[in-house]
């Protein structure tokens, strides 16, 4: 056995996440959180009198839940960690930074992808048809990750408090939803709107998500799906270079 | 898996190698300069006052933070470039217990199998093995907050022998605990080290230093002082060592003081204390002059420094 080598790492990167989902995500209130937060801002913009389609409106309902699941608990995971000195236990095992990094994100994933099942299901039973299954699935895998890499770039300034990770987290994360074309359709936005709009990996998500539904989208599929794994890729790396230089500073 | 390691002149091999380690936090350099050899099987404690750089040198060595300057070898594998090579083979006992207190003592120890690599069936029996021997088995599925912290200490320390380690680094181990818990803990260390673990104990506690260490390191300002074992360092740090000693009956101090080897005789009670430059000198020669008056010797004793004395000796010189 090699434990420095990748498989045995992402093993360990698996343990992690078993942790993380055991300790973190499987409380009342964060599941509450995840469900109820995007359902909320989802019924105030339904009851606003806007007379938006159901389908736009299921389409920014998915992609908040799994933005706002994805992005829920990783941020607070290192400043808890630090805090409980728990990572200073973790630094002195044989895992590498990026493994932790990697561990968290996929709790994260999995608990995004989760809470997103269940709306859904909520769209299936309004009776929105599916049309493009594959590009649903491949959208929400892809976004999962990348707003799961965000949620972990959240985390890296070297603070041990988790409400000031928090209040960042939320000065980041209100206003992408409302850059990302969910509450305005892409095609109702000024030029600056749009300009905002394709720097936020949210845009493609939900995008896709309303293709997925009705067939209708505002940028080609195959780029929307590059952008959001390009965001990943670069999300990924620089959580994972970030954290490796800031952890020592939480210890 | 074995690194490369150098051994010293006796031929044993040094599982820590420290050079020239430094450490510094904006204008304070916490370690500065420390250099230091852990040989194999050997129990190892590092002294030093409060802010001394002991905890600090101890996260550079197990990795948890980077160094500055120097090189830190770990069972041959250097912690910078191959830091989970080195961290596979040692166990790390913080001071204060970090053990995830949401989790159950059970679900620790199986995480801390998967972070080390165990298979399940491996990691289960080593677990039952050491939660029996720490007195934690009855109480395994029970979470880790509802625990006393002697119980917590004992779980962290089932937690870095989980995976065997060849090498054993405690911070404070006992500090704070109960008598029944540092017992426990030491009895534990004392069978491990008999088994071939070396041991690199960080305390302020100079019995159990004394009691337990084959050699110390007295660290002080960042700069090692002093590295010996703790009989050397007492007997080294009095040029003029005192030794007292009584007779079946009445000597006069003159004969006392013309025995070579002592520099002095003074009553005290029905004791005298003798002050000499070579010891082992005094010593022949207090029995010889026993042996050739016909006087029993009653008690002889050596009044060696404590361990204590040589501590704040060592460590209180700067402020002297």
């Known amino acids: 056995m090699n434990p420095a080598g990748t498989s045995e790492q992402v093993r360990r990167a698996w343990a992690i996440a078993k942790k993380d989902i055991r300790i973190y995500y499987s409380k009342g209130p964060v599941l509450i959180f995840g469900i109820f937060m995007p359902v909320f801002l989802f019924l105030a913009f339904f009851m606003g009198g806007r007379q938006l389609p159901l389908a736009f409106l299921l389409s920014g309902l998915m992609g908040m839940t799994l933005f706002f699941t994805s992005t829920a608990v990783s941020p607070a995971i290192f400043p808890w960690e630090g805090q409980a000195r728990t990572l200073e236990r973790l630094a002195a095992c044989p895992i590498t930074t990026e493994a932790i990094v990697l561990g968290d994100m996929i709790a994260s994933i999995l608990f995004g992808i989760g809470v997103t099942a269940v709306t859904l299901l909520i769209a299936l039973a309004l009776g929105l048809p599916l049309l493009h299954g594959i590009v649903l699935g491949s959208a929400v895998l892809l976004a999962a990750c990348c707003f799961s890499a965000i949620g972990m770039l959240l985390a890296v300034p070297p603070t041990n408090v988790p409400s000031n990770i928090m209040m960042l987290s939320s000065l980041l994360k209100f206003p992408l939803v409302f850059i990302s074309g969910i509450f305005v359709p892409l095609e109702q936005m000024p030029a600056w709107g749009l300009l905002l709009a394709v720097c936020s990996p949210l845009t493609y998500f939900t995008d896709l998500v309303r293709y997925s539904f009705t067939g209708a989208h505002y940028f080609p599929v195959a780029v929307e799906i590059a952008m959001l794994a390009l965001f990943t890729l670069v999300f990924t790396a620089a959580a994972m270079h970030l954290h490796r230089r800031t952890m020592p500073r939480r210890m | ?320």
Not at chain 2, 122 to 129: L, N, V
Not at chain 2, 140 to 164: F, N, P, T
């Open chain 2, 1 to 320: 898996m074995t690194g490369d390691t150098r051994t010293d002149c006796s031929g044993v091999r040094n599982v820590i190698e420290v050079e020239d380690l430094t450490k510094v936090f904006g204008t304070i350099t916490a370690v500065d300069h420390v250099s230091f050899e852990v040989r194999e099987g050997e129990i190892f404690g590092f002294l030093g006052p409060n802010g001394a750089g002991k905890t600090t040198t101890a996260r550079m060595l197990t990795g948890v933070i980077p160094m500055d300057g120097g090189s830190v070898r770990i069972l041959g594998h250097d912690i910078r470039r191959e830091p989970v090579r080195a961290k596979q083979r040692f166990g790390v006992v913080p001071e204060t217990s970090n053990a995830y207190v949401d989790l159950t003592a059970w679900q620790n120890l199986m995480l801390m199998g998967d972070l080390y690599g165990l298979d399940r069936a491996r990691a289960q029996g080593r677990s039952h093995d050491l939660l029996e021997t720490l007195g934690l088995y009855e109480r395994r599925d029970q979470k880790v907050q509802g625990y006393s912290k002697g119980m917590r200490q004992r779980l962290i320390l089932a937690m870095a022998l989980l995976h065997e380690p060849e090498l054993l680094f405690l911070d404070e181990p006992t500090s704070g605990l109960d008598v029944q818990s540092t017992q426990m803990i030491l009895s534990l260390l004392r069978a491990l080290n008999a088994d071939g673990t070396t041991i690199f104990l960080t305390t302020h506690n100079m019995e159990e230093a004394n009691r337990l260490c084959d050699r110390v390191g007295i660290i002080r300002s960042g700069k090692i002082v002093a590295i010996d074992a703790p009989e050397k360092l007492k007997t080294a740090i009095d040029r003029v060592h005192r030794i007292e000693v009584s007779f079946d009956r009445e000597i006069g101090g003159d004969l006392l003081s013309g025995l070579a080897g002592i520099t002095g005789a003074a009553r005290t009670g029905d004791k005298w204390q003798i002050t000499a430059e070579n010891q082992d000198t005094a010593i022949r020669s207090l029995v010889s002059f026993s042996r050739q008056e016909g006087i029993a010797i009653l008690t002889l004793n050596t009044l060696a420094p404590s361990l204590d004395e040589v501590f704040l000796r060592l460590t209180g010189e700067e402020r002297s």
